[in-house]
Nanobody, 124 residues
Framework: QVQLVESGGGLVQAGGSLRLSCAAS????????MGWFRQAPGKEREFVAA????????YYPDSVKDRFTISRDNAKNSVYLQMNSLKVEDTAVYYC?????????????????WGQGTQVTVSS
C-alpha cells in the first residue's frame, strides 16, 4: 500500500501562485506515474498534470499548460505542482494520485492511490 499526503493549498488572489506538495510513503517502489487531479463543486474530477517515474515526461491539459508545472523528487518520494497565473476557475480540491502502470495517464480510474485532497481557492 501507498499513502499520499498533500499540502500547500489555500486562498490566493487571481494572478497569484501556489505550490502544492504530495509526500508518498509505504510501498513507494511500486509507484510509476504520479499525477494531480482536481474537482470543483458539482463537477467531475479533472486531470491536471502527471509526471513519469524518471521525471523526464510531463503531461498537462490545455487548461493549465504554461501555467502549471509538475515535478518530482524520487529521493524524497514527493511530487509537486507549481501553479502560476491562477484563475478563479482553478478553484477546486486538488488530489495527488499515483499509479503503478505507465499508461492511461489522464484517466482518474487508472490511478491506484489517492491523497485526501487539499483545497485551492482563487478569489477575483
Amino acid at each position: 500500500q501507498v499513502q499520499l499526503v498533500e499540502s500547500g493549498g489555500g486562498l490566493v488572489q487571481a494572478g497569484g501562485s501556489l505550490r502544492l506538495s504530495c509526500a508518498a510513503s509505504g510501498r513507494t517502489d511500486s509507484i510509476n506515474v504520479m499525477g494531480w487531479f482536481r474537482q470543483a463543486p458539482g463537477k467531475e474530477r479533472e486531470f491536471v498534470a502527471a509526471i513519469s517515474r524518471s521525471g523526464i515526461s510531463t503531461y498537462y491539459p490545455d487548461s493549465v499548460k504554461d501555467r502549471f508545472t509538475i515535478s518530482r523528487d524520487n529521493a524524497k518520494n514527493s511530487v509537486y505542482l507549481q501553479m502560476n497565473s491562477l484563475k478563479v476557475e482553478d478553484t477546486a480540491v486538488y488530489y495527488c494520485a499515483a499509479k503503478k502502470a505507465a499508461y492511461g495517464i489522464t484517466w482518474s480510474g487508472g490511478y491506484d492511490y489517492w491523497g485526501q485532497g487539499t483545497q485551492v481557492t482563487v478569489s477575483s
